[in-house]
């Protein structure tokens, strides 16, 4: 049982690159999301999932596309890197979005130059 | 915006003794959260507590949550040097049961 695995572990990208960051569960869960994570700041919300093409914007939401055209892959697009994006990415699922812990990913580690 | 905020930031102790972290929230929660998270590593639930709630264990972790103070706290007994860690609280409210994390704690245990 693999939980929930993200690729790639590292990237540096150039400004104005775009990527795709994955993230796959075989958990059966109904819920995903992405958290961004950066120092002093806590996790912040991306985007979320509460099932196959059901999407919804979190907190931080501007220059991040995602989509949910399966139960098990929750994939995160940056559309035109910035240095701002630098940051370490966290995928997330859940059995529901309510009263269910979160299971994580060991996280995306990217970079902005 | 963040919804908990831990308390304190930083805390060194001995193997051995207790560690106890807070986490005050503003609005009104479905349920509160702790996570763990080991340096480079994703975050590891470790207790969900539900607003009726008012104490949960698992194993050498207590919860308590005081839905009328809007606090809750996170009580490691014992404490091993395998518990040197982050903390982080996260609450969950509204209609849709977005989980909103705070900053964290930083727990140092010195052998």
């Known amino acids: 049982n693999a939980g929930v695995t993200q690729t790639p572990k590292f990237q540096v990208l150039k400004t104005g690159q775009s990527m795709t960051l994955q993230c796959a569960q075989d958990?059966?869960?109904?819920?995903m999301s992405w958290y961004r994570q950066d120092p002093g700041m806590g996790l912040r919300l991306i985007h979320y999932?509460?099932?196959?093409?059901?999407?919804d914007q979190g907190e931080v939401p501007n220059g991040y596309n995602v989509s949910r055209s399966t139960t098990e892959d929750f994939p995160l697009r940056l559309l035109s890197a910035a240095p701002s994006q630098t940051s370490v990415y966290f995928c997330?699922?859940?059995?529901?979005?309510?009263?269910?812990?979160?299971?994580f990913g060991n996280g995306t580690r990217l970079t902005v130059t | 915006s963040q919804q908990g905020e831990e308390d304190p930031q930083a805390l060194s102790i001995q193997e051995g003794e207790n560690a106890t972290m807070n986490c005050s929230y503003k609005?009104?929660?479905?349920?509160l959260q702790w996570y763990r998270q080991n340096s480079g590593r994703g975050l590891v639930h470790l207790i969900l507590?539900?607003?009726?709630?008012r104490e949960k264990h698992s194993g050498r972790l207590r919860v308590t949550l005081d839905t009328s103070k809007k606090s809750s706290s996170l009580l490691i007994t014992a404490s091993r040097a395998a518990d040197t860690a982050s903390y982080f609280c996260?609450?969950?409210?509204?209609?849709?049961?977005?989980?909103?994390f705070g900053k964290g704690t930083l727990l140092t245990v010195n052998p």
């Open positions: 507590i539900r607003s009726n709630e």
């Open positions: 996260a609450t969950a409210g509204g209609s849709n049961y977005k989980l909103t």
């Open positions: 958990m059966n869960h109904e819920y």
């Open positions: 997330a699922s859940s059995y529901s979005s309510r009263n269910s812990p979160l299971h």
């Open positions: 999932s509460v099932g196959a093409g059901i999407t």
């Open positions: 609005t009104s929660i479905n349920n």
